[in-house]
Nanobody, 116 residues
């Protein structure tokens, strides 16, 4: 079955960096667009970034443009989110996502806390 396992979250000071990773299994990874979402306490889950199968098209939320970079390694079934210049408002649980038409699969998420 489809599995998405996120890692790399933690506590970081404002201005710091973190690199999130997502290991995917159970489907033909290289064929699918992969996404990172986040959900802060009391807020709806929002799209952070997505990347098409051959990395031909990448989209970012306006709030993270210029600070975050999404990438993928199809040989390793991995998708990454490099987060720089982190701000307290980036604090959230970050989720890896893949969509199979109308059916979406999610990982369990990894907590990112930006605080001094």
């Amino acid at each position: 079955q489809v599995q998405l396992v996120e890692s790399g979250g933690g506590l970081v000071q404002p201005g710091g960096s973190l690199r999130l990773s997502c290991l995917a299994s159970g489907f033909a990874f290289s064929y699918y667009t992969m996404s990172w979402y986040r959900q802060a306490p009391g807020k709806e889950r929002e799209l952070v970034a997505d990347i098409t199968s051959a990395s031909g098209r990448i989209n970012y939320a306006d709030s993270v443009k210029g600070r975050f970079t999404i990438s993928r390694d199809n040989a390793k079934n991995m998708v990454y989110l490099q987060m720089n210049s982190l701000k307290p408002e980036d604090t959230a649980v970050y989720y890896c996502n893949v969509a199979f038409g109308s059916r979406w699969s999610w990982g369990r998420g990894t907590q990112v806390t930006v605080s001094s």
